[in-house]
């Protein structure tokens, strides 16, 4: 008699790491219905499953809803933002002279308003049409709708780029920050607000994960100079281990 034989597929090998190219992780914590594992090369956070970019794109794409008036304040924490940005900006004016700014994922624009009060040259990027438009009509700020790479800025255009809790939502992290790189000027500053791995739980995306990584100094650092960049300072703090840190270009 021929003996029956049953097969199992195997489950695909995960995917290696996008800073240190190991394949090796464990599952560190479960947020809503998502997993999140730990590299145990460099110790980054991943989502998985790791979700399409074409089905993020869509989840992000606002351009059925209604446009927001420009008169009311859709946050609902207008003054918080004023005291929180113009304080980060302090920091930045500390370190870099006032010119021209991107702000990545300006959303309602709220940065880039105060830094138009002080004389900078703004501009911004975001994904949302909704405020994107919300964010020209009440402050006359300049923002492309769409990813950064479709934006095509000029080489060596800006002065300053800042990504406000945005890093984490980048399906290619170092494509963003090597596009950051060739949009700045040779001494120009990248500042990245992010929150940190231990601030996952507060974070749950029950339909869509948009948190695609968490970083902690050290794996931030790694992506940073991976890119070309060098760490120029560390701002730590701002909730749950949200670090900010302000990266400068070079070797």
């Known amino acids: 008699m021929t003996p029956a034989l049953a097969a199992v597929a195997p489950e695909p090998a995960p995917?290696?790491?996008?800073?240190?190219?190991?394949?090796?992780?464990?599952?560190?914590?479960?947020?809503?219905?998502?997993?999140?594992?730990?590299?145990r090369g460099c110790g980054l956070l991943s989502v998985r499953p790791f979700p399409d970019i074409h089905d993020l794109?869509?989840?992000y794409d606002d351009r059925s809803e209604s446009f927001v008036d420009p008169s009311v304040d859709p946050s609902g924490e207008d003054r918080v933002h004023r005291v929180r940005f113009a304080e980060e900006l302090d920091r930045i004016e500390e370190h870099c002279r006032r010119g021209r700014v991107l702000d990545i994922g300006c959303a309602w624009g709220f940065f880039l308003a105060q830094c138009k009060e002080r004389g900078w040259d703004t501009e911004g990027v975001d994904?949302?049409?909704?405020?994107?438009?919300?964010?020209?009509?009440?402050?006359?700020?300049?923002?492309?709708t769409g990813p950064l790479q479709d934006a095509r800025f000029p080489a060596g255009h800006f002065?300053?780029?800042?990504?406000?809790?945005?890093?984490?939502?980048?399906?290619?992290?170092?494509?963003?920050?090597?596009?950051?790189?060739?949009?700045?000027?040779g001494d120009?500053?990248?500042v990245i607000a992010a929150p940190t791995p231990i601030s996952a739980p507060d974070y749950v995306f029950e339909s869509m994960p948009l948190h695609l990584y968490y970083y902690d100094e050290d794996t931030l650092g790694l992506a940073l100079r991976l890119a070309g960049f060098r760490v120029a300072k560390?701002?730590?703090?701002?909730?749950?281990?949200?670090?900010a840190l302000m990266k400068k270009v070079g070797i």
């Open 234 to 243: 560390v701002f730590r703090g701002g909730g749950t281990g949200a670090a």
């Open 188 to 190: 120009g500053t990248v």
């Open 159 to 185: 002065d300053v780029v800042t990504m406000w809790h945005v890093f984490e939502h980048f399906h290619d992290p170092l494509g963003a920050l090597r596009e950051v790189k060739r949009v700045l000027k």
């Open 15 to 39: 995917p290696p790491c996008i800073l240190c190219g190991r394949s090796q992780s464990s599952r560190a914590v479960t947020v809503g219905s998502h997993d999140y594992v730990r590299c």
């Open 127 to 144: 994904l949302s049409h909704v405020q994107a438009d919300y964010a020209g009509r009440r402050f006359g700020l300049d923002v492309f």
């Open 57 to 59: 794109l869509s989840f």
